[in-house]
Nanobody, 126 residues
């Protein structure tokens, strides 16, 4: 497994931006697809974005397409989520995830995710 630590959450007004970061350690980072999920109070955890091991392919939930951008820096074992034009409905705990399974499989409610971070709170006020 990979150990994951998120940072960068906080409180922002609607229309603002935040950048989440996730630091990975423990295994060969390049072997893993990486991604972000989120969970709002009273709701199931949902897929947000995923990126392939080499950063060549990215996948997004329809609700964040055009507003969020996932990227990774394999030299630093980091993955990022740039969130722009934030909306109150983006409020949730955001979790970083890692798994060797291809990122193309992540949008379909994956149950195979092997590594999770502890989560970081994002709150968007209206």
């Amino acid at each position: 497994q990979v150990q994951l630590v998120e940072s960068g959450g906080g409180l922002v007004q609607a229309g603002g931006s935040l950048r989440l970061s996730c630091a990975a350690s423990g295994r060969t980072f390049r072997d893993y697809a990486m991604g972000w999920f989120r969970q709002a109070p009273g709701k199931e955890r949902e897929f947000v974005a995923a990126i392939s091991w080499n950063g060549g392919s990215t996948y997004y939930a329809d609700s964040v397409k055009g507003r969020f951008t996932i990227s990774r820096g394999n030299a630093k074992n980091m993955v990022y989520l740039q969130m722009n034009t934030l909306k109150p409905e983006d409020t949730a705990v955001y979790y970083c995830a890692a798994d060797p399974t291809s990122a193309s499989s992540w949008p379909n409610k994956p149950t195979f995710i092997g590594s999770w971070g502890q989560g970081t709170q994002v709150t968007v006020s209206s």
